[in-house]
C-alpha cells in the first residue's frame, strides 16, 4: 500500500464517522421525523457488528493446531470474569492484553 | 470574570475526564504499538487518532492499511462499526446549537466516552458551555497522546509485543459484554455471533465482515416488521 492509498483509507474513514455523528443535527434541522427501521438499525445493529468484528479478531485461530486457540479462549474468558467482576474496561482490556501475551510467549510459543 | 469561568470549567471538565484519560493512554499504547507492528510509524498513529477519532474503527483499519482494501469496503465498515453514533447527537441538539462556531467540533469528536462524561454532566445540569468542549479537546488530545507514546514505544523499546493486538479483541469483548447487560433482547448479538461465525467458515477469508453485516441488518429489519404486525 502507498502513503496516499492508506491516507485516502483515513481520510474516508473520517469523513463518514463525522457524517454519521452530524445525522441528527442534519435530521432535525429538516423538521423530518426518522423511519423506525432506522431507529431500530442504530440501535440493535451495532450489538449485532460487534459480535461480528469479535469472530473478526478471533479469525486465525485453528482449532486443529496447537495450541488449539487456548490462549484466546483462556484470556477472553479472563475479560469476561474481571469485566462481570469489576465492570472496569482499563483492568479488564489491561489485565487480558497482559495474560494473552504471557500466554503466547511464555506458555505457548 | 470569563477568564475565571473558563478556567474552573477546565479544571472540573479535567477531573471528570480523568478516567477516560486513563482509558484513552492505556488503549491509544496498543493502537499506536499495534499500527507498528505493522509497519506504520508513529506519525500514522497521530494522523489516524487526529482524522478519524474513532477507536474500534482505528483498530480496524489497521489491517486495513497494512493488507489493502477498497474504499468502499473503508466507508461501508465505518458505517456499520460506526452506526451506533447515529443517535448520540440527539441529546445535544441544542446544546452544540449554542456553542456556535465549535459546533464541528463537537459533532467530530463525539466519541462513545465523550458522549457519556457530557450526557452525564447535561443531566446534572449548571455547567458553562466551555466545559464541554474541554471535555472534548482533553479527550481527544489524550488519545493522540496515547497513540503517539505507542508508535513511539515500537521505535524506541525494543520489548517482546508480540500480542499486544489481543487489546483490540479485549476491547470487543467489553463493549459486547456491556451491549448483552444493558439490552433487553440478546438476538442482535447471538445473531451476529452465529452469523459471523457461519460466513467465516464460508469464505475462509476476512472479507466476511461485510456479508455477515449485510445480512445482520436485513434479519434486523424483517424481525422489526414482524414485531409491528403482531
Redesign the interface.
Known sequence: ?DNL??????????I???L??????AV?KLGSDMG????????????????????????NINPLVFPYGL??AI??LA??LL??WKRN??I???S??VI??I???QFFP | MTEHVKRQSFKEAFIDAIPVIVGYVFVGIAFGLMLYENGFSFWWAILSSLIVYAGSLQFVLISFMATGASLLTVALTTLSVNSRHLFYGITFLDLFKRMGKLKPYMIFTLSDETYSLMAIALKKGGKDNSYYFFVSIINQSFWIIGSFLGGVMGEVIPFNTEGIDFAMTALFTVIFIEQWLSSKSKAPGIMGLVLGLGFLLIMKSSGFIMPALVAASILLLLFEKKEEKV
Open positions: 500500500m492509498s492508506i491516507l485516502s483509507m483515513l481520510i474516508v474513514a473520517g463518514i464517522t463525522f454519521i455523528r452530524w445525522f441528527p443535527f432535525f423506525s427501521g432506522i431507529r431500530t438499525q442504530g440501535k440493535k445493529l451495532p450489538f449485532s457488528a460487534i459480535a461480528i468484528l469479535v469472530i473478526y479478531c478471533l479469525r490462549p484466546e484470556s477472553i475479560v469476561i469485566h462481570l474496561n482499563l479488564s482490556i489491561g487480558g492484553t494473552y501475551m500466554l503466547i510467549q
